[in-house]
């Protein structure tokens, strides 16, 4: 139940058009960005207290096509057809995916579930998968945006820790392993910084924010196992991210002709 729970869902959907004199913004990726674990939901896992949901009006920011998808890869982004949101009038774009890719979830429900022997194979198994596979398949999505929002600016999110060690063991893990899992979760935003660097987007990092506020702790901003979003932020770990992408983006200024003023 919960790697079904942790599994981020699939389709789309759009805003209304942007006024010429606000920043248009367009909104990719998985259940990270959907807002999913928050209901009720529309269509893909998509909720009113997603992030770019939050960011409409902020820095004169026009949401204009909410596409995120639970459950999206890096593949069936393109596949599922978030790309087409995006145009030569895209100001910016916020972006999480990356997760999906390497079975994060597996790792998470063998570490919560299943032995000390099976939580190492299946960290190591990811780990493998996030240093080995998701660069290529980042770099690849990345170029993709930039082609398809040529005169954008791309923020793309990481992904928080979801457990907090300080506050002991969590269901049939130990300290020692929810430490492991917040080590491969570090691996996995490091990777995604690192290829936002190279497309020459600006990565934003959510994992101080979450200090503290794992599923395991006693004010928990992560979901737990018994949630049917199971892993995923609560209310006001979306907050979380709307202030970590706002403090980011900082003053965007709307087109004038056809180009940033």
Same mark, same amino acid.
């Given at each position: 139940?919960?790697?079904?729970?942790?599994?981020?869902?699939?389709?789309?959907?759009?805003?209304?058009?942007?006024?010429?004199? /606000?920043?248009?913004?367009?909104?990719?990726?998985?259940?990270?960005?959907?807002? *999913?674990?928050?209901?009720? =939901? #529309?269509?893909?896992?998509?909720?009113?207290?997603? *992030?770019?949901?939050?960011?409409?009006?902020?820095?004169?920011?026009?949401?204009?096509?909410?596409?995120?998808?639970?459950?999206?890869?890096?593949?069936?982004?393109?596949?599922?057809?978030?790309?087409?949101?995006?145009?030569?009038? $895209?100001?910016?774009?916020?972006?999480?995916?990356?997760?999906?890719?390497?079975?994060?979830?597996?790792? &998470?429900?063998?570490?919560?579930?299943?032995?000390?022997?099976?939580?190492?194979? %299946?960290?190591? +198994?990811?780990?493998?998968?996030?240093?080995?596979?998701?660069?290529?398949?980042?770099? $690849?999505? =990345? %170029?993709?945006? $930039?082609?398809?929002?040529?005169? %954008? /600016?791309?923020? &793309?999110?990481?992904?928080?820790? +979801?457990?907090?060690? #300080? @506050?002991?063991? =969590?269901?049939?893990?130990?300290?020692?392993? +929810?430490?492991?899992?917040? %080590?491969?979760?570090?691996?996995?935003?490091?990777?995604?910084?690192?290829?936002?660097?190279?497309?020459?987007?600006?990565?934003?990092?959510?994992?101080?924010?979450?200090?503290? @506020?794992?599923?395991?702790?006693? #004010?928990?901003?992560? +979901?737990?196992?018994?949630?049917?979003?199971?892993? @995923?932020?609560?209310?006001?770990?979306? /907050?979380?991210?709307?202030?970590?992408?706002?403090?980011?983006?900082?003053?965007?200024?709307?087109?004038?002709?056809? @180009?940033?003023?």
């Amino acid at each position: 139940m919960i790697a079904a729970a942790l599994v981020l869902v699939g389709s789309a959907g759009g805003a209304a058009s942007a006024s010429p004199s /606000r920043v248009v913004l367009d909104a990719l990726g998985d259940s990270y960005a959907s807002g *999913y674990g928050v209901p009720p =939901y #529309e269509a893909c896992g998509r909720s009113q207290s997603a *992030y770019p949901v939050q960011l409409d009006g902020r820095h004169r920011l026009r949401l204009d096509d909410f596409v995120a998808c639970a459950g999206a890869t890096t593949t069936s982004l393109v596949s599922g057809g978030q790309l087409a949101a995006l145009d030569a009038d $895209t100001d910016v774009v916020t972006l999480t995916v990356g997760g999906n890719d390497v079975g994060w979830s597996t790792a &998470v429900s063998a570490c919560l579930g299943g032995t000390d022997a099976q939580c190492a194979g %299946a960290v190591a +198994l990811v780990d493998g998968r996030i240093t080995n596979e998701l660069p290529a398949l980042l770099d $690849t999505v =990345y %170029a993709q945006v $930039t082609a398809a929002a040529p005169n %954008a /600016r791309v923020v &793309v999110t990481g992904y928080p820790r +979801l457990f907090s060690p #300080e @506050h002991g063991p =969590y269901l049939a893990a130990t300290t020692a392993e +929810l430490a492991t899992l917040n %080590a491969a979760a570090d691996t996995l935003d490091a990777v995604i910084a690192a290829a936002a660097g190279r497309a020459g987007f600006r990565f934003v990092d959510v994992r101080a924010r979450f200090d503290g @506020h794992g599923a395991n702790a006693p #004010e928990a901003w992560i +979901l737990g196992a018994s949630d049917p979003g199971a892993f @995923h932020p609560t209310v006001e770990g979306y /907050r979380a991210y709307t202030a970590a992408v706002n403090s980011a983006l900082g003053p965007v200024k709307p087109r004038c002709g056809g @180009h940033r003023s």
